[in-house]
């Protein structure tokens, strides 16, 4: 890691816990590579005590901006002067920053990030059907991000699903009044006749979880974006490619998430050379048993299947 002095900038990246946040690892590497003087330091802040935090910090002048982890995503939107489409509609934010006139500003990339993992894995969802099971934050955002593009460059048709009763039919309505795709609210987690499945809830989490839907109802053509991180490939999507349908792991979202963070944060130069090449950032989170994918995004292309 490059040397850091006084004439660093400084990112923070609050969150409670913060001991596995893989943000630093990355935004350090990127620092490192590409020549800013600048670090991103992980912060544990209790819940009670960010709204004292996020001001206080932007008091020192080099601090330009911050990652928020979690739980705190969807607390920092009512701190702000300000904040991104993304942000405002799924009631949460991931980046923050200095805006011109001085006050803080904030936007999520989780959806932006989330596409262009699909289009980085040649994973079709522009005018197709897509089911996003989970109707908290990132799956706010996902639906935004696919709904963004209309029935053209975004997604045909969305649904949500989501247990906790309510959830999905309120995001749907607000989604389906603001965009031109079609989106509702999915009675139940079936699959079957959605081009593009995606798991946005905390199902996979643990070991001993329940699958998010009956891969074996998935439609032969379909493919499935797991976003979860821990413990992958999780068990869905290996259930999914035992059917030798095209499934793929959450990492690639957090990787397509680092240039839209870096553009935010003034980094131009360097988001685009992340978008160039950022198999050294796969590298880093990649873990071992996936090492072979890193440079073979269309491994899992979608066969046939009876």
Avoid: W
């Avoid at 008091?59 to 705190?72: D, Q, R």
């Avoid at 089911?131 to 799956?139: E, K, N, Q, R």
């Avoid at 680092?258 to 978008?275: K, M, N, Q, S, T």
């Amino acid at each position: 890691m490059h040397p850091i002095n006084g004439t660093a900038d400084v990112y923070l990246i609050p969150g409670d816990p913060v001991l596995n946040v893989r943000a630093p690892r990355l935004f350090n590497a990127v620092f490192e590579r590409f020549g800013i003087d600048a670090v991103l330091v992980p912060a544990r802040v209790m819940a009670r005590d960010l709204a004292v935090f996020l001001r206080g910090s932007f008091l020192a002048t080099n601090v330009k901006g911050m990652v928020i982890a979690p739980p705190h995503k969807p607390l920092v939107g009512a701190l702000l002067d300000g904040c991104g489409l993304f942000g405002r509609v799924a009631g949460s934010v991931n980046a923050v920053r200095r805006a011109e006139g001085g006050g803080l500003e904030g936007d999520l990339f989780d959806g932006e990030g989330l596409v262009g993992a699909l289009d980085h894995y040649g994973i079709p969802f522009r005018g197709k059907r897509a089911l996003i099971l989970g109707a908290g934050v990132s799956g706010a955002a996902i639906g935004v991000a696919l709904a963004q593009g209309g029935t053209v460059n975004g997604a045909e048709h969305i649904a949500f699903h989501d247990p906790v009763a309510g959830k999905a039919i309120g995001l749907a309505t607000q989604l389906d009044a603001f965009f031109d795709a079609t989106v509702t609210a999915a009675a139940s987690s079936d699959p079957a006749g959605y081009d593009l499945v995606v798991n946005a809830s905390r199902l996979g989490l643990e070991p001993d979880d329940a699958l998010a839907c009956d891969v074996s109802r998935m439609d032969a053509h379909a493919a499935l974006f797991d976003i979860v991180l821990r413990g992958q490939p999780t068990p869905l999507v290996r259930a999914a490619r035992a059917r030798g349908l095209h499934a793929q792991a959450g990492f690639e979202m957090l990787i397509q998430q680092i240039p839209e963070y870096l553009d935010y944060f003034g980094h131009a130069e360097a988001a685009e050379g992340v978008r160039a090449d950022a198999d050294f950032l796969r590298e880093l989170i990649y873990p071992a048993s996936m090492a072979g994918e890193i440079r073979a995004p269309l491994r899992y292309r979608s066969a046939s299947v009876a």
